[in-house]
């Protein structure tokens, strides 16, 4: 238990820390929302891409709030815990300090009944955590590998310094993917016969490229089986997802000089031509996939025809969005932190439950 103690506690302030983005993440939705950024989706997602990215570094966040703290001239704790301590030593919190310190160590004391194996509920609960975990991990390999087997097959068309054009029979969609060195493009074939779908479909993957947005899918699948059980890494990646492809779109339209009409009009008549071709409720289409295209591409529509100009104010808000971001998530993560057992309030505490118990004892004799 010893050993496994400080992972346990860096694996729950990670969860904690990411229910608290997915609660910032609504909240300045919510905000934007009501700017002219409603439907600014490149912005939203470099805001969203910001947000994830203090959620990696909130350790290190965590670590400049309490040095901060520490060094302020009212310094105080950070973690809630310590405040909670100092707050029952002032009297704030009316209650005997036997039970305030079993409510305390209520973390240390769930650790202890998960390894314990006392509860065969728990025991169940955690095998089938692990299970799923393992399940999702084999789902990663395994199409991992299909992709790289559909690459390795597929024929180099196009070649730069960072990216293959490759072409595929395999493939209804086109999709963009990294390998240790390069980026990959891989088109379907078909789309030969049709030069103006397959500029668009082009120029719709390289952004992808150009954005990173490979890299950023390919982190979020590989935290999939670690926090697949929890909602906020449900709803991140969800908006995720929305966001890229909205995002993508507008962008297309923006730096490769095609028209937003034309590029609309592409997506309907593919959408068309699958329908007829096949079953409409799954729609394979180069730039809509899915069982919920329709959805998606009524989304996408929308998001090209009210796509905001560019703004020279965007730089600015997404600094502010980004330093409320480490702020909030920085302070978050510090209060969640599981302190040293010995502080010196701690130890008064400790005291004072002594104390507790030995007149409670004296009591009973």
Not at 126 to 136: E, P, R
Request: aromatic fraction near 6%; hydrophobic fraction near 50%.
């Amino acid at each position: 238990m010893t050993a496994v103690k400080p992972v346990l506690d860096a694996y729950l302030e990670l969860n904690l820390v990411l229910v608290l983005a997915a609660i910032v993440w609504l909240v300045a939705r919510g905000v934007l929302s009501k700017t002219t950024l409603s439907h600014g989706f490149v912005a939203q997602l470099r805001a969203l891409k910001a947000l994830c990215l203090c959620v990696v570094l909130s350790p290190l966040l965590a670590l400049g709030v309490s040095a901060l703290a520490a060094h302020a001239p009212a310094g105080g704790p950070v973690a809630i815990g310590d405040i909670a301590v100092a707050a029952y030593l002032r009297g704030d919190i009316a209650m005997p300090a036997t039970q305030f310190e079993a409510l305390l160590n209520t973390r240390q004391r769930w650790g202890e009944v998960i390894f314990s194996g006392e509860y065969q509920i728990v025991s169940a609960i955690l095998a089938l955590m692990a299970l799923a975990s393992l399940a999702y991990a084999l789902r990663i390999v395994r199409d991992g590998l299909a992709i790289r087997d559909t690459v390795n097959n597929s024929f180099l068309w196009r070649h730069s310094a960072k990216v293959d054009i490759r072409l595929s029979d395999r493939i209804a969609v086109p999709f963009a993917v990294r390998g240790l060195r390069r980026r990959h493009v891989v088109l379907p074939s078909h789309l030969l016969d049709t030069p103006r779908e397959l500029r668009f479909a082009l120029a719709h993957e390289l952004q992808h490229v150009r954005a990173g947005d490979v890299e950023w899918e390919l982190g979020f699948e590989l935290l999939r089986p670690l926090l697949f059980w929890n909602p906020a890494y449900v709803a991140l990646k969800y908006q995720f997802d929305r966001l890229r492809e909205l995002a993508c779109d507008q962008s297309v339209v923006a730096r490769s000089g095609i028209d937003a009409r034309d590029y609309t009009s592409c997506l309907l008549d593919y959408c068309a031509r699958t329908v007829v071709r096949g079953s409409p409720r799954v729609l394979n289409v180069a730039l809509v996939t899915g069982g919920k295209a329709k959805r998606v591409l009524r989304q996408r529509v929308i998001a090209l025809a009210d796509a905001p100009a560019v703004q020279s104010s965007m730089p600015v808000m997404f600094l502010g969005l980004t330093l409320v971001f480490a702020t909030v998530l920085g302070l978050g993560a510090a209060s969640v932190q599981q302190t040293e057992d010995w502080t010196h309030d701690r130890l008064m505490l400790s005291t004072v439950v002594n104390l507790e118990r030995l007149e409670a004892r004296n009591q009973g004799n």
